[in-house]
């Protein structure tokens, strides 16, 4: 009686058998692959909501004051001499600003400018 091993496999078998393998893993991660593609992209949209987000709210924002529109900014602020005509950069803290510095009355600000609005000349 001859004596067989368990695991007497030839070439080809084992060639079929590690094909089989190959192509079942990469069918797996084939979707793992997708899977991951779709959170990464999750990922930018809401980095890229966050910056544009932190960005808006720490912009200059244009608001109605007295008979005019002022550009509110901590950052900036025209002096008091400036003739240009534009929105001037103004701030409410005297003290942050500097003496001569364009600084307003905070209770005096109106509602925020809307750019979306056509200005009246």
């Not at 004051?65 to 001037?88: L, S």
Request: aromatic share 12%; glycine share 6%; proline share 2%.
């Amino acid at each position: 009686m001859p004596v067989v091993t368990k695991f007497s496999f030839d070439k080809e078998t084992i060639k079929r058998r590690q094909s089989a393998i190959y192509k079942s893993a990469k069918r797996n991660c084939g979707g793992r692959e997708r899977w991951m593609d779709i959170i990464e992209t999750l990922i930018i949209i809401g980095i890229a909501s966050v910056i544009g987000f932190v960005n808006e709210k720490t912009k200059p924002q244009e608001y109605y004051y007295e008979n005019g529109i002022v550009t509110v900014y901590k950052k900036y602020q025209c002096p008091n001499y400036c003739q240009v005509d534009h929105f001037h950069y103004v701030y409410f803290d005297s003290i942050l600003v500097g003496h001569d510095r364009m600084c307003i009355d905070k209770e005096k600000l109106g509602e925020k400018h809307k750019e979306d609005e056509m200005e009246e000349v």
